[in-house]
C-alpha cells in the first residue's frame, strides 16, 4: 500500500531531507525550533539540527528575510519562514528590492538561493490580516519564482526542488491544506518547477487554478461531469515559472477557460492568464474567459461573510455552465 | 507625590475585575464554538491597561493590539458590543467584520486593535501629530508588546515622536512572551525601555501588575506630553498567564515562572489595596455581583444579535470595486 | 490665451489650494520642505505653510506612512510623499494592512483620508531600484484607490480629489511628465475620480493607457490615423475606481483592444484590463487582446538597455497593426 | 595599541587618494554625460573605507552603499571594471545593468552596493550568520549612512546580530546629512551610536577622518567578532564634501560647516601622518603619479570598452519568463 502524508508532514520531509544532503540548508522563523511552527511544518528539526540551523527569530520579519538574503548571497541556502503570507508586506522590500535583484545586479554572477515559505487562504474567522493571498505580489516580479502546490505530494517535491534553486522561490502553503493527506512514496523525488499538472482530462471546458482551488475544481469538475460537462482540470503548481505551454494546449483543445483563484480578483494572477490566453489563444475561443476569484474586499471574520468572499465549488460550477452556453 | 483615593482603587478594581471576567468568559464562549479565530487574552496584564487609561482622560487616544479586549474596557468600551463582535454579530463593534483582533471604539478614543505585530506603533505616531497640529493638550497611550520592539517600526516611530516633539506614550507591555519565544531569546537586553535612549525618547521600567505605580507613571508622562516636552517610554514588567491563544496550552511556560507571577496577580494587588485603604469587602463584593451581571447581559447580548447579511454585505463592499 | 503649466507646478497648485481650503492638509516626506522635494512639486509650501505642516522627515519609510494613515484616522488629511515608488515597498504593511483595511474594521465608521504621492517610471538611467512602476500592487488591495495621471491638468484636479477623498489614495506620478507642459485654467475644479478620458476617437482599434504611456499612445495613435488606421485612445487616468464602462464602449465600438503600461507585463494592471475585456466584451472581440508592456526584467541601468525594456511607441504602432491583421 | 607602521600608512595614502580621483574623474565624466544616473561621491570619507578595510583581510566580507565607490576600492576593487560599469559597458562589474549604485564583487568579498537605504543592513547580518554557520573566523564590515540608521531594519537588524552574536561590524559613517536633511533634524540624539546599547550591541564613537583611528577601532571589533563575541557598532563620525550627488550643488551646507571639516579633510590629515612617520614626499609624489596613469587607464578602458548588446540582454531576460 502506497504511503500517505498529511501536506505539513511532506514539507517536514523535503525539509529534512534537505538539511540532510546539503549542510547549507538551514532554517529560520518566528517559533519554527522548539515549537515547530504555527502548522506544525517544523516538527523535531531541532532535534536533529540543531539550535544552529534551526533558528526562531524575533518579530522582524524585513530582517530576518533580509538576513536569508544575505546568507544566500554568501553561499548558503537558507529557508525563511513567514507565519503568515499577510506579514509578508513588512518583508517586500527585501524580496522586490534585494533577493529578486541581486542575480541581474551581479551579471548572474551572484546568486540568492534561498526559500521563503509562507502560507495564506481565508478560513477560521483568522480575518482581515491573517487570511489574504498575496501571490500577485511576487509574480508580478522578476526574479522571483512562485510555487503554490496543492497536494502532499507536490509540496514535497516542489520544495525540495525550490531549496535547491539558484533562484529566490517564494512558496506559498495554503492553511486548510496542512491537514490535507495524499499520497506520497518513501523514495527520494523532485519535481520541476514550471510543469502544470493535469489533474483530469475533458473535452467541454478548461479548469485552470491553483493551491486550494484546485481541489475545490476538481470538485466542481466531478459535479460538471454529472450533468454531462467534460473538464480538463489544469493545476498550475508554480505560477512563476508558468507551464504556458500546458495552458494553451488545454485551451487550445477545449476552447473554454474558467480561471479559478482564491486572492482579490482584481490584479489577479487570475487576470494575467485570462489575459494570456486572450492574447495568445484567441482564435481558439468559443466563449469569454470566466475568472471566479476572491470577492473584492478585505476578508471578514463572521463564518458567513468569510465564506462568501471565497470562490465556492459551486460559483466554479456556474462559471463552467456559463461558458458553455457561448 | 501621586496618591490614589478611594473612588480610583475601586474604580481600577472594577475595571480590572471586568477584564479578567471577560477574558475567562471569552475563553470559554470560544471552546464553545461561539467565539472562532485567534483569541488572546490579557489575563494577567490587566494592571497595565487599566492603570494606564486611570490615567488618561476620555478624550485621550489609546492604539491597542491583537491582545486588546483589556485596552478597549479600560478605555471604557461597552462590553456588550464587544462581546458581540467576538460572536461575529451585526451589532459588534466592527460589524462582526473584525473579531477579536479588530476592535476599535471611536467614543472612547481607542483608535483599534491590531491583528499585525507593531502595526499600531505608527499609527500612534500619526495620531500625536494630529494632536499637535491641533495645538490640544490631548495624549496618544500606544499599546504593543515585547514582540513588537523588535519590529523596525518601534525604533523608526520613537525616533519621529521625538524629533516632532509628539504627545505620544509608548507603553511597552513586556509579558516574557512573543508567542512562544521568551524574551530573553529575542534581546539581550534585560530592559527593553533602554532602546528608547538612543532614539530620544527617556525609557523608564515599571512593575507592570500594580496599577498604581503604572497609573502614576503615565499621569507624569502625559503631563510631559501635554506640556508640549515630547514623547516617553515605558515598559511595564507583567506577565502572560495563559497560553499565547486560547488553543496555545503553554506548556513551554515553566511552572515556577507562571507560579511567581501568580502570586503577584494584579487582581490579588488591587484587592490587598483596598483593603489598605479600608474599603470595606461588602463594596467589592457588590462590584463582583454587579460584573457578573453585566458579563451575563453582554453575553445574552452577544448570543441574540443578528448575525450580519450576506446580501447586505455583498452590496456594501461594491465600494471597493 | 489659456494659462499652460507643468506638470510639477499643476501639482504644486493642487497642494497648496487644499492646504489653504482646509487646514487639515498637511504633507510630509523626504526633502518636501526648504528643498522642495526631489521633483519641485512641494516647492515654496514650506513658506506659506510653514514647517507644522509641511514636515521634513528621515528615511522611515514604513513609518512615515504610518504616520499619515494614523493622522487620517485622528481626523487630519496628510499627503506623504515617498519619494520613489520603489521605496514603497518599504510601506507596504502600512498600505495593504492599515490604510486599506482600517474603514473596513470600523464597519465604515473610521475614515482614511490620506494620499500617499509618489513617482515611478525608468529614465535617465536611474536603473534597479529607482525605475519601477508597482502600480499593480496597490491596484490588486481592495480600500486603495489609485491614480496616475497623464497631464497636468488631470493632475491638478485629481491630486485635489484625491486629497477631499476619505479613502487612502495612491497618487502616482511619472518622473518623465513632472516637465511637461500642458493648460490648466485659473480657476478651481477638481476631476471626479473613476472617470476615464478618451483623448482621441477612431474605429478601428482601442488602445488603453494610462501615465506617460497615454502621450506615447497618442503619439502612436497619430502614426496610425497616417496609415489609414483609426485609434480610440482611453487615458484610464484613474485605476482604482476604473471606469469600466468607458472601457467596454469603447471595445464593443472597436472590437479591437491594445492595452499598454509601462510596468512588467506579467501581473499588470493591463493584464487585469485585458482579461476583464476577455470576461465582458468577448462577444464584441475581432482579434486578440494584445498587451504592450515593460519587458520581464530588472530595468537596467544603460541606456539602449534600458529603453529596450520600456514600450516604445514603435511597439504599441506594430500591436495595433496586428490585431488590425485579424 | 595598535600603531600603524610605514607599509599601512602608505597603503592607506594610497587608497584614499584613489578614492579622490576617482570621484573626481568620475563627477568630470557625469558632466560631460559619459556616466548617466545617481552619482554619489564619496570625497571627504575616504578614511572610513579605507580605515576600516585596513583592518580586514581579503576574504572578509564588506557590504556597502549608494555612495559605494569608495568601500569598493578599499576593499581592492578594480577601478577599470568600476569605471566600465559607471560608463554602461559591459566589461563592468554589473555588465553596464547596474551603475553607480550596485558594484559588487565576489573577489574581494564586496557584496555590492544598494540603491535602497539601509537595504544592506539585513543582508549583512545573512552574511555574518553564514560565517558563523561555516564556523570561520571571518567577519562582515556594513557601511550605511546616518540617514540609514533611522530606517527599521536598523534597530531589527542589530538586535539580529546581537542575539545570535554574529561577526558584524556596523559601520554607521555619520557625513552630517542624508540627501538634504541635517542629520541634527532627524536625530534628537548627537551620538547615533547611543541606538546600539537597547539592542545589546556595544556602541562607539570615532572620529572618521583619521583612517588610523578608524583602522584601530575596526580592528578591536573585527578581533571581538573573530572570537566569537558578536557585533559591534561604531560611528564614525565625517563629513560628505560635496552635494548629495553629482547635480546636487549643496547650497544648504553653511560654508562654515564645510570650512571646517574640509581644514580636517583626510586627506590632509594622512598626508600629515606620512610627513610624520617620515616617509619622503618623492615617494608620495610617484604613488600620485601613478594613480593619475590608473585613472587615466581606467578612464581609456571604460570609454573604449563595448556597449552591452541589446539582443543578448533581450535573449538573456528570458530567464525571467
Ligand atoms: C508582523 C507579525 N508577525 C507575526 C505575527 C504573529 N503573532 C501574533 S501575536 C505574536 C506575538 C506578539 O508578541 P508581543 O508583541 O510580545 O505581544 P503579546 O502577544 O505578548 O501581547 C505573533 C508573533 C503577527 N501577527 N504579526
Ligand atoms: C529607502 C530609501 N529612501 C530614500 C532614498 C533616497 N535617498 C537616496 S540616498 C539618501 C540619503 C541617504 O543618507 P545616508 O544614509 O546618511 O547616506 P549618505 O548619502 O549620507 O552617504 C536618500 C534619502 C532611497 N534611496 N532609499
Ligand atoms: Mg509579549
Ligand atoms: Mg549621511
Request: charged letters at 25%; glycine letters at 10%; proline letters at 4%.
Amino acid at each position: 500500500m502506497p504511503r500517505k502524508l498529511l501536506y505539513r508532514e511532506a514539507l517536514n520531509e523535503a525539509i529534512r531531507e534537505e538539511m540532510r544532503r546539503d549542510e547549507r540548508v538551514f532554517i529560520l522563523g518566528q517559533g519554527i525550533a522548539a515549537r515547530g511552527g504555527s502548522y506544525g511544518v517544523t516538527r523535531s528539526l531541532l532535534e536533529e539540527f540543531g539550535p544552529g540551523r534551526v533558528i526562531d527569530t524575533p518579530i522582524a520579519e524585513a530582517s530576518i528575510t533580509g538576513l536569508a538574503v544575505g546568507a544566500a548571497i554568501q553561499g548558503k541556502r537558507p529557508i525563511v519562514e513567514i507565519m503568515s503570507i499577510d506579514f509578508s508586506t513588512l518583508a517586500m522590500d527585501m524580496m522586490v528590492n534585494q533577493a529578486a535583484k541581486y542575480p541581474f545586479i551581479t551579471g548572474g554572477q551572484g546568486k540568492v538561493p534561498m526559500v521563503l515559505r509562507t502560507q495564506g487562504g481565508a478560513d477560521h474567522g483568522l480575518s482581515i490580516q491573517h487570511s489574504q493571498s498575496f501571490e500577485a505580489f511576487f509574480y508580478h516580479v522578476p526574479g522571483l519564482k512562485v510555487v503554490m502546490p496543492s497536494t502532499p505530494y507536490d509540496a514535497k517535491g516542489l520544495l525540495k526542488t525550490a531549496i535547491r534553486d539558484d533562484s529566490p522561490v517564494v512558496f506559498i502553503e495554503h492553511k486548510l491544506l496542512y491537514e490535507t493527506e495524499g499520497e506520497v512514496p518513501e523514495g527520494e523525488y523532485t519535481i520541476p518547477l514550471g510543469e502544470a499538472a493535469l489533474r483530469r482530462e475533458g473535452a467541454d471546458c478548461t479548469v485552470l487554478s491553483y493551491s486550494l482551488m484546485s481541489l475545490k475544481s476538481m470538485q466542481a469538475a466531478e459535479i460538471l461531469a454529472g450533468e454531462g460537462i467534460s473538464c480538463d482540470v489544469l493545476d498550475l503548481r508554480t505560477l512563476v515559472p508558468l507551464d504556458r505551454k500546458a495552458i494553451l494546449d488545454s485551451v487550445k483543445k477545449t476552447g473554454r477557460l474558467v480561471v479559478v483563484n482564491e486572492a482579490v480578483k482584481r490584479g489577479s494572477v487570475a487576470s494575467d492568464i485570462a489575459a494570456f490566453a486572450a492574447e495568445e489563444a484567441f482564435d481558439y475561443l468559443k466563449a469569454p474567459i470566466l475568472r471566479v476569484s476572491g470577492k473584492i474586499t478585505p476578508i471578514p471574520y463572521n463564518a458567513a461573510l468569510e465564506q462568501a468572499c471565497v470562490p465556492s465549488v459551486g460559483e466554479i460550477v456556474n462559471a463552467v455552465k456559463k461558458v458553455m452556453e457561448s | 507625590m501621586f496618591l490614589p483615593d478611594k473612588e480610583l482603587l475601586i474604580s481600577m478594581y472594577r475595571k480590572m475585575r471586568l477584564i479578567r471576567r471577560f477574558e475567562e468568559t471569552g475563553m470559554e464562549m470560544h471552546k464553545l464554538g461561539l467565539i472562532r479565530g485567534y483569541f488572546h487574552s490579557y489575563i494577567g496584564e490587566e494592571a497595565v491597561a487599566v492603570g494606564a487609561c486611570s490615567a488618561l482622560r476620555r478624550d485621550d487616544y489609546i492604539v491597542s493590539t491583537h491582545r486588546g479586549h483589556g485596552h478597549c474596557i479600560a478605555k471604557g468600551a461597552d462590553i456588550k458590543r464587544m462581546m458581540a463582535e467576538l460572536f461575529g454579530k451585526a451589532s459588534g463593534y466592527s460589524m462582526g467584520r473584525g473579531g477579536s483582533m479588530h476592535i476599535s471604539d471611536r467614543v472612547t478614543g481607542n483608535i483599534g486593535a491590531n491583528g499585525i505585530v507593531g502595526g499600531g506603533i505608527p499609527l500612534a505616531v500619526g495620531v500625536g501629530m494630529g494632536i499637535k497640529l491641533e495645538q490640544s493638550d490631548r495624549v496618544a497611550v500606544c499599546f504593543f508588546g515585547d514582540g513588537a520592539s523588535n519590529n523596525g517600526v518601534f525604533g523608526e516611530s520613537l525616533n519621529l515622536a521625538a524629533i516632532y516633539r509628539l504627545p505620544v506614550i509608548f507603553m511597552l507591555e513586556n509579558n516574557c512572551y512573543a508567542a512562544t519565544t521568551h524574551v530573553r531569546e529575542t534581546s539581550t537586553c534585560t530592559d527593553l525601555s533602554e532602546r528608547g535612549g538612543g532614539y530620544g525618547v527617556a525609557g523608564k521600567n515599571i512593575f507592570g501588575n500594580d496599577p498604581v505605580e503604572v497609573c502614576r507613571t503615565v499621569l507624569e508622562a502625559a503631563e510631559k506630553a501635554r506640556n508640549g516636552e515630547g514623547p516617553s517610554l515605558i515598559e511595564a514588567k507583567t506577565y502572560r498567564q495563559y497560553g499565547h491563544h486560547v488553543r496555545d496550552k503553554g506548556t513551554y511556560m515553566p511552572p515556577q515562572e507562571l507560579e511567581i507571577w501568580k502570586s503577584r496577580d494584579p487582581l490579588i494587588l488591587i484587592a490587598r489595596s483596598l483593603e489598605d485603604a479600608g474599603i470595606d469587602t461588602s463594596e467589592i463584593q457588590e462590584i463582583d455581583r454587579e460584573i457578573e451581571r453585566d458579563m451575563k447581559n453582554a453575553v445574552a447580548y452577544a448570543k441574540y444579535s443578528q448575525e450580519p447579511s450576506v446580501e447586505e454585505f455583498l452590496r456594501e463592499i461594491q465600494i471597493y470595486e
